[in-house]
């Protein structure tokens, strides 16, 4: 019987919720070609994350100064977003208690200023909150608009990366029944197709500014 050698480094052991989703490794854009050599450096899970190739970064002093428009009213961030073409969002909601009163918070990054929207009032979940939050967010944005989406919830960006075509193939039905929120899940996939969008994860309460922000506007909707 061989001797282990205990001093030969061995890897450590990752979950499996945290090999895919790491700020590094944000999915590219549908619809646009595979960045080439020359891509940017790596993310760091410290900083404010990095759009992927094709997508304008998050402007230094992003959110050092005041939103250009806080609102809760969806045509108002849609005038104000009309004529964007790139940006970068961070979204973030949650329920209290959970089941409970639903706070969706969304913080929209563009070359002319940011953009935060809040809503909230109905029942739900923790996870129909973070669905909502990103719905909140596309629906206020052009359809011509390449988007970053940066999210705390697994279960979002799972979803949108990993588990939605398969649901879309089957009708959002699993077992003769309805997946869970597939309404909300139909909503996601269709303004997601045929869209330039990328989703990547962040980890909360970790000192990501976006993140932090959406959070707060995420209570601000619950609460009003």
Known sequence: MSRLNWKRPRRSFVPWYDRDLLPERPTRPINT??????????LSAKSAPQPTPRTSAVAAGAFSSAAMLRTWDLVEARQALAMTTEAVVFCDGSASPNPGVEGLGAVIVTSAGRVELYNGGGR???NTAELGAALLALEALPAQCRVVVYSDSQYLVYGMTKWVAGWRRKGFVRGGEPIPNADLWRRLDSLNSGRA?????????N???GNELADKLATLGRRQ
């Open 33 to 42: 070609p595979r960045a080439g050599a020359n891509r940017k450096p790596a």
């Open 124 to 126: 739900g979940t923790n």
């Open 197 to 205: 969008i990328s989703w990547g994860w962040v980890r909360g309460h």
């Open 207 to 209: 000192g990501n500014r």
